[in-house]
């Protein structure tokens, strides 16, 4: 099993649209949760850390549930700019690196 | 600001040729990375350098040398490049350390391809 489990989509929303992504890890005693966001043939970028009690950050919430090992990514109010690639990084099993998912693809259409 | 800085940005190999490519960061963070990232995967590590002075093997290390000349500069060697090392690959740094991590600063990439 990966440590870290994404769908690839791609999830096609219309603009307005509300859509949520979910990302399972292997490692219970993983404790960092974080979402990236990659536009194509870019780097990727720091769209907002995972807290235990959820977070939100505009149109953006995070998730964890632990018992059941998977963060969420919901996107209210989607935008044409939303369109990207979505990675979910967890620390791996050492809790000494990150693991990064293979990403979810995220096209929002007018 | 220039964040982390990585050359080059493009590059072509022959099987067998060998490269470095060059990453810099001007944060004054302690931790640096290398990673690649191929279709359908996610990033992998391929080395990090915890601090100045130091550096460990990722999940995927075979076939790479990496060197920590000071503390903004963290470079990737390609002994004998092969084609399965066609990838893009991103420098990383962060003040991560004991087991803490914060936020990643990415390069901006380097497309490599070994024929």
């Known amino acids: 099993r990966k440590e870290v489990e994404q769908d690839p989509g791609p999830f096609n929303v219309p603009e307005g649209a509300t859509v949520a992504f979910n990302c399972t890890y292997s490692n219970s005693a993983s404790q960092s949760f974080f979402w990236y966001r990659q536009d194509c043939r870019k780097e990727p970028k720091l769209l907002m850390s995972?807290?235990?009690s959820g977070n939100e950050d505009g149109r953006f919430t995070a998730q964890l549930n632990r018992a059941s090992q998977y963060i969420s990514l919901l996107i209210r109010d989607s935008k044409l700019s939303d369109s990207a690639t979505y990675l979910c990084v967890v620390n791996d099993r050492t809790g000494n690196k990150l693991v990064f998912g293979a990403g979810t693809i995220l096209r929002v259409k007018s | 600001n220039a964040g982390v800085t990585q050359t080059p940005k493009f590059q072509v190999l022959k099987t067998g040729q060998s490269m470095t490519l060059q990453c810099a960061q001007d944060?004054?963070?302690?931790?640096m990375y290398w990673y690649r990232q191929d279709p359908g995967m996610g990033l992998r590590l391929i080395y990090y350098s915890a601090s100045e002075g130091t550096t460990d093997k990722g999940e995927v290390p075979n076939g790479y040398n990496v060197s920590r000349l000071n503390k903004r500069e963290f470079s990737l060697r390609l002994e004998s490049a092969a084609p399965s090392q066609t990838s893009v690959y991103f420098c990383?740094?962060?003040?991560?350390?004991?087991?803490?991590?914060?936020?990643?600063?990415f390069g901006s990439g380097t497309q490599l391809s070994v024929l």
């Open positions: 944060m004054n963070h302690n931790s």
């Open positions: 990383a740094s962060s003040e991560a350390g004991g087991g803490r991590f914060e936020k990643l600063f």
């Open positions: 995972v807290y235990s």
